[in-house]
């Protein structure tokens, strides 16, 4: 157990309105990620950050916004919902930069917007 | 930008058989993580192996070890003994040793069926 929480779980949103998935961690790891899961797509990044207020874009990031200003809590938001945002978001966290620790993930949080 | 590429969608095993799931990769970096991640139904990421590049040795986890050519960049993983609980999605996935952010590339994903 890597002491991640992810909120909500599930959640069903209409298109157009703003949403907030929240990620919290207890290991008071540095890095913190989001990830989305697609099929045919294994895992992308959407954000990351290195620190608090630290953050920067990956591979998928428009329409997705991010704020850490704890170190345990990494905010994702949708600004905007759309039915291309359905999806499932994991938050993952590492320990130190560029050693050769392990990534760990949260359980994920199912999104679909209608 | 690296890339992961899993060719496999999915693959099929006999319980107690033995399979390998294919992952090839593309990057320009010498120093290198690679790793298999297993996600079983739950969608609960779990770590299966990690190889670092640097390491001429394939990484083994009991039933699990992986066949990593680093010249070919290919990173193959290998289940003996296939049992019923290997059923799950596995993704292969990489991470540089040297640019900022620890961040993973993953492949596509291979669907793992076990047949009893």
């Known amino acids: 157990d890597a002491g991640i929480t992810q909120s909500p779980r599930h959640k069903v949103t209409e298109t157009g309105t703003p949403v907030t998935l929240r990620c919290h961690q207890t290991?008071?790891?540095?890095?913190m990620y989001w990830y989305r899961q697609d099929p045919g797509h294994g895992l992308r990044l959407i954000h990351y950050?290195?620190?608090?207020?630290?953050?920067d874009k990956g591979e998928v990031s428009d329409g997705y916004s991010v704020s850490r200003s704890k170190t345990e809590d990494f905010l994702l938001t949708l600004e905007s919902a759309t039915s291309s945002q359905t999806s499932v978001y994991f938050c993952?966290?590492?320990?130190?930069?560029?050693?050769?620790?392990?990534?760990?993930f949260g359980e994920g949080s199912w999104l679909t917007v209608v | 930008a690296q890339t992961v590429t899993q060719s496999q969608p999915e693959m099929s095993v006999q319980e107690a058989e033995t399979v390998t799931l294919s992952c090839t990769y593309d990057?320009?970096?010498?120093?290198?993580?690679l790793f298999w991640y297993k996600q079983p139904p739950s969608r609960q990421m779990i770590l299966v192996i990690r190889?670092?590049?640097?390491?001429?040795q394939n990484a083994t986890e009991n039933r699990f070890s992986v066949n990593f050519q680093k010249a070919a960049k290919s990173f193959s993983l290998k289940i003996s003994d296939s049992q019923l609980g290997d059923a799950a999605m596995y993704f292969c996935?990489?991470?540089?040793?040297?640019?900022?952010?620890?961040?993973?590339?993953f492949g596509a994903g291979t669907i793992l069926r076990v047949k009893s």
């Open positions: 990057t320009s970096e010498s120093d290198y993580y």
């Open positions: 996935a990489y991470r540089s040793a040297v640019e900022y952010g620890n961040k993973l590339v």
């Open positions: 190889q670092e590049a640097y390491k001429q």
């Open positions: 993952a966290i590492s320990w130190a930069r560029n050693s050769g620790n392990t990534i760990y």
């Open positions: 950050s290195y620190g608090v207020k630290d953050t």
């Open positions: 290991e008071n790891h540095r890095y």
